[in-house]
């Protein structure tokens, strides 16, 4: 199981704006290829499903507090996937994970199987 990298992470303030990047150091799996995934997990809460991007349609999928805000890309000259955040705000804060699949697709996050250790994401008042 090859693990994921994310970067991109750091504290902004309320109405800023922040690009996370997911990325694998294994040439054996890229992210462009894949099914990817972004999740967040603030402290005291329950893990919650971001955005995703499907591998075969390109179709995007966001999570109803963040559409309109976020936007999840593949970055093909990189081997990644970001997800481009504005309008951040308080609410946002929390531990990003990023998570790919051969297969999987959507928000659950039991259907990855490959994951990044996470990117902290802070927003001020």
């Known amino acids: 199981q090859v693990q994921l990298v994310e970067s991109g992470g750091g504290t902004v303030q309320s109405g800023g704006s922040l690009v996370l990047t997911c990325s694998s150091p294994q040439s054996t799996l890229s992210v462009v290829e894949y099914g990817v995934a972004w999740f967040r997990q603030a402290p005291g809460k329950e893990r919650e499903g971001v955005s995703s991007i499907n591998r075969y349609t390109d179709i995007p999928y966001y999570s109803d507090s963040v559409k309109g805000r976020f936007t999840i890309f593949r970055d093909k000259s990189k081997n990644a996937v970001t997800l481009q955040m504005k309008s951040l705000t308080p609410e946002d804060t929390a531990v990003y994970f990023c998570?790919?699949?051969?297969?999987?697709?959507?928000?659950?996050?039991?259907?990855?199987?490959?994951w990044g250790q996470g990117t902290q994401v802070t927003v001020s008042s």
């Open positions: 998570a790919a699949d051969s297969i999987a697709y959507g928000l659950n996050g039991e259907l990855y199987h490959h």
